[in-house]
C-alpha cells in the first residue's frame, strides 16, 4: 500500500483558527508518502531515509509515549480507542519533498499518511475530512498541543477550502484553478512555541479582559470600532493584536467573497489581500523575519502579485502568488538567500499506483 498527502499553504486566516475564526488554506503539489506492507509480528517500523532516522514500537496496548510528541503511536491510540484493532505489524518507508520545519504542515501531511495508510489497509472506511479529525485528535488533543486544526484538514481534504470551527466545524472546497505560487524556504528553524505564546495568549488575555466586562463580546462579529470602547482595558500589545485578528478576519473575509461568487474574482485583488495580511504579520503580530521580508519584497519585484510568510512564523516558508511567469520569482527568491519552488494546488491524502519517490 501507498499512499501520500500534500503539505499546504494558509492562504488567509494565520493565527486565527485557534481564537474560532476561520481560515482558507490550500494544498500544494509537495507531498509526504508512506509504502507500507504487512508483518508476520506486531512490531511497528518506520524508515525515513530522508531524515536517516527510524522508529520502531511494538503494538501493545495502550502504547506508551516514550518520546516527546509520539505520533506514530498516537494514531494507534486514537483508532484503538476508537474501536479498531490495528495489531498487525507493518514494514514503512517514509519519503516526502515538503520542506521540514518551514510551516508547510510536512508533520501533519506525515500523520495524515500514517491515519490514510492504516484506513486503507484495515478498510476503516474513514472519508477525508474524517482522517483529518483523527489526525487532529492525534497531533493536537492527544498530547494538549497549542496549535489549531487547519494543517489536518487542509492536508487531508485538498485543494482550497474555507474551515470554519465555530459554532462547529465546517469545510467548503473552492474548485477554481489558481495556476502556479512560488514556495520560498528561508531555511530558517521556526519558532512556533515562541510565536504562540506571543500571538494566541496575547489575543486571548486581551479578549478575556473584555470579556469579564461585556460576556458577549465575540471576536467573529465585532468591529474595530465597537472595540474602541474597551482599549483602555488591554495594554498597547493586546490592543494591537486584537486590531490585527478583526483586520485579518475582514480580509478573509473579502477573499471568501471572491471564492463563492459573491464579487468578481480579479488575481490582482488576490494578489493585494495577500499583501494586506502580509502587514498585519509583519508589523502587528511580527511573526515575519528580516530575511522573509527580504524574500517577498524580491518576489514582488520580480512580479508577483502577492506574497506573505506561511505557517506560525518565525522562519520557515514564505510564498508569492505567481500565475504569471514564475521562473522570474524563483531566481529572485533564490537571489534573495532562499530556495524557491514552483508549486500548484493539489488534491489531498489519497492512495498512489506507483511511488512518488525513488
Request: charged fraction near 25%; proline fraction near 4%.
Amino acid at each position: 500500500m501507498i499512499v501520500s498527502t500534500p503539505g499546504r499553504i494558509c492562504l488567509f486566516g494565520e493565527h486565527q483558527d485557534y481564537l474560532g475564526l476561520p481560515v482558507i488554506a490550500a494544498a500544494i503539489s509537495k507531498r509526504i508518502q508512506i509504502k507500507g506492507a504487512f508483518r508476520p509480528d506486531r512490531v511497528v517500523h518506520f524508515e525515513l531515509p530522508d531524515v536517516q532516522k527510524s522508529d520502531e514500537f511494538v503494538l501493545d496496548y495502550p502504547l506508551a509515549y516514550t518520546q516527546e510528541r509520539d505520533y506514530f503511536k498516537s494514531v494507534c491510540n486514537v483508532l484503538q480507542r476508537r474501536g479498531h484493532v490495528i495489531d498487525k505489524g507493518l514494514e514503512l518507508e517514509v519519503r516526502g519533498n515538503i520542506p521540514i520545519n518551514s510551516g508547510t504542515s510536512s508533520s501533519s501531511a506525515l500523520l495524515v499518511s500514517w491515519v490514510q495508510l492504516l484506513n486503507e489497509m484495515y478498510k476503516l472506511g474513514y472519508s477525508q475530512k474524517e482522517v483529518g479529525e483523527i489526525t487532529y485528535e492525534a497531533e493536537v488533543l492527544e498530547f494538549t498541543e497549542p496549535g489549531g486544526m487547519m494543517d489536518q484538514y487542509a492536508t487531508a481534504v485538498g485543494n482550497v477550502i474555507y474551515l470554519a470551527s465555530q459554532p462547529e466545524i465546517s469545510i467548503k472546497t473552492y474548485a477554481r484553478d489558481l495556476g502556479t505560487f512560488v514556495l520560498g524556504d528561508s531555511g530558517e528553524a521556526k519558532d512556533t512555541l515562541g510565536i504562540l505564546a506571543h500571538v494566541k495568549f496575547g489575543t486571548l488575555g486581551g479578549i478575556e479582559k473584555i470579556k469579564q466586562v461585556d460576556p458577549a463580546f465575540d471576536l467573529a462579529t465585532t468591529t474595530i470600532e465597537a472595540c474602541a470602547a474597551y482599549k483602555s482595558l488591554l495594554t498597547a500589545d493586546e490592543w494591537i493584536l486584537l486590531s490585527a485578528n478583526i483586520s485579518d478576519r475582514d480580509i478573509l473575509l473579502a477573499a471568501k467573497a471572491m471564492f463563492e461568487g459573491e464579487t468578481p474574482w480579479e488575481d490582482a485583488r488576490l494578489g493585494d489581500l495577500l499583501n494586506q495580511h502580509q502587514v498585519n504579520l509583519r508589523e502587528h503580530k511580527r511573526i515575519s523575519t528580516p530575511k522573509i521580508d527580504r524574500m517577498i519584497e524580491a518576489a514582488l519585484g520580480a512580479g508577483a502579485l502577492g506574497a506573505k510568510i506561511n505557517g506560525s512564523g518565525g522562519g520557515g516558508c514564505m510564498f508569492a502568488y505567481s500565475p504569471q511567469n514564475p521562473e522570474a520569482v524563483v531566481q529572485a527568491i533564490n537571489e534573495a538567500g532562499g530556495k524557491g519552488y514552483i508549486i500548484r494546488v493539489d488534491v489531498g491524502t489519497q492512495e498512489e499506483k506507483a511511488s512518488l519517490f525513488y
